[in-house]
């Protein structure tokens, strides 16, 4: 049984096939390595290529070089666990991780996480920006939820940052699914969970954050597919905008988030800055102890700012969504659940006109409620509306359990 790192040590002189079967250092499952003369765009491979875990250099008694390639990556996918990932909450993971991260951008693979908790002291980057991968495919693909889990100790400013590439209109494909990433119990909610930058398209499934400042963050990304993400426990589950300094490409648009939840934050459950064409369908704002969620719009690169479909509100503190606009707009309500059960509670839904342009509200088929130990208020209308009444165009069919609130 002969172990990776000890057949392509500088002492090791054996065989020079064109395929050996070894076993892997880390992992102890067996490996085969291929005998190559090409890197993975084609080029002829070299020392700058090699990176000692993937591809692997051995060299003859005379001092000839050859150079070797795992054959379980050709395949498109990179198990972390070969660059030393323990995941077992003890071993810190985040040098191995990062490696781990650094190779399959620049090869273009997917990341493979294990089940186990991977402890991270420090953030973790895949960085698009500097990357000259031959491909334009990554996915970051977990054993799913509570299975595998980054769980990040110490104040670090983002436990997992996505970076796009430098040129935003080359974006990369890219997905991240299947994965928890939270911290010890008892920490103060520091940094970002998770932070997408600067993307034209992104697809986000089955991801679990709790315990941060922000739990999930887009900044200058557009076009994005969101779906079973839960954001928990943090000061803001949510939080999205275009960066200022630097000046970002992209405000928050044509984002589509399905089947979320936003549960018991501290601040907001979910906050959009100067965003449209957003869409949440199906998604839970439950229990956060300020607005479930915030929705600023200011006309760029289009009107339609926003659309409610068949989500679920309740327990949220003050408003259930505060929407603010400064140019004409429209926004669509339809088949929404608003159930209020904190004693004071203020409107479900706060329409804030700062510019008194007009306004165009479809309200269809929402229902309005509440349960002990709310009480009904004519001085809180389920839908309130500040601003010139006369740029506020509503066309609305709901059902209001308490009229006075209608």
């Not at 765009?41 to 000839?64: E, F, H, Q």
């Not at 493979?112 to 953030?123: E, F, H, S």
């Amino acid at each position: 049984m002969t172990f990776t790192d000890a057949f392509f040590s500088a002492t090791n002189f054996d065989t020079n096939d064109s395929l050996v079967h070894l076993v892997d250092t880390y992992t102890n499952e067996n490996v085969n390595f291929k005998k190559i003369s090409t890197w993975i765009d084609g080029t002829t491979i070299d020392d700058t290529k090699v990176d000692g875990i993937v591809y692997r250099k051995k060299m003859d008694s005379a001092g000839n070089p050859f150079y070797y390639v795992r054959t379980d990556v050709l395949n498109g996918d990179l198990d972390v666990r070969i660059f030393g990932v323990q995941a077992n909450d003890i071993h810190d993971d985040t040098t191995a991780l990062q490696s781990a991260f650094n190779n399959a951008c620049r090869l273009g693979l997917n990341i493979v996480l294990p089940a186990g908790t991977m402890k991270i002291t420090q953030g973790l980057l895949l960085d698009f920006s500097w990357q000259e991968t031959v491909k334009n495919r990554i996915q970051i693909i977990g054993k799913g939820l509570g299975n595998s889990v980054i769980k990040n100790y110490g104040p670090t400013s983002v436990a997992l940052f996505i970076k796009g590439p430098a040129d935003p209109s080359r974006p990369p494909h890219f997905s991240i699914s299947n994965l928890t990433i939270t911290k010890p119990e008892g920490e103060s909610l520091y940094g970002v969970g998770l932070l997408i930058q600067d993307f034209v398209g992104a697809n986000v499934n089955n991801i679990d954050i709790s315990l941060y400042d922000i739990g999930f963050q887009l900044v200058n990304v557009c076009n994005a597919q969101v779906s079973f993400l839960v954001s928990k426990f943090c000061n803001y589950g949510m939080y999205n905008e275009k960066t200022a300094i630097p000046k970002g490409f992209t405000h928050p648009n044509l984002l589509n988030f399905r089947n979320c939840t936003f549960l018991i934050n501290n601040k907001f459950g979910a906050v959009i800055i100067a965003g449209h064409a957003v869409k949440f369908d199906s998604c839970s704002f439950e229990g956060n102890f300020g607005v479930g969620l915030q929705f600023t719009f200011i006309g760029a690169n289009g009107r339609e700012a926003l659309s409610l479909i068949n989500n679920y509100f309740e327990g949220n503190a003050n408003h259930d969504i505060y929407f603010e606009t400064s140019s004409m707009t429209a926004l669509s309500l339809i088949s929404n659940t608003f159930n209020k059960n904190i004693l004071g509670r203020v409107n479900d839904v706060f329409i804030n006109n700062l510019s008194n342009n007009n306004v165009h509200m479809s309200s269809l088929s929402n229902s309005f409620g509440y349960y002990d130990p709310y009480i009904p208020s004519a001085s809180s209308k389920n839908i309130f509306y500040m601003g010139d009444s006369s740029k506020f165009h509503l066309l609305q069919n709901d059902m209001h359990q308490s009229v006075l609130e209608s």
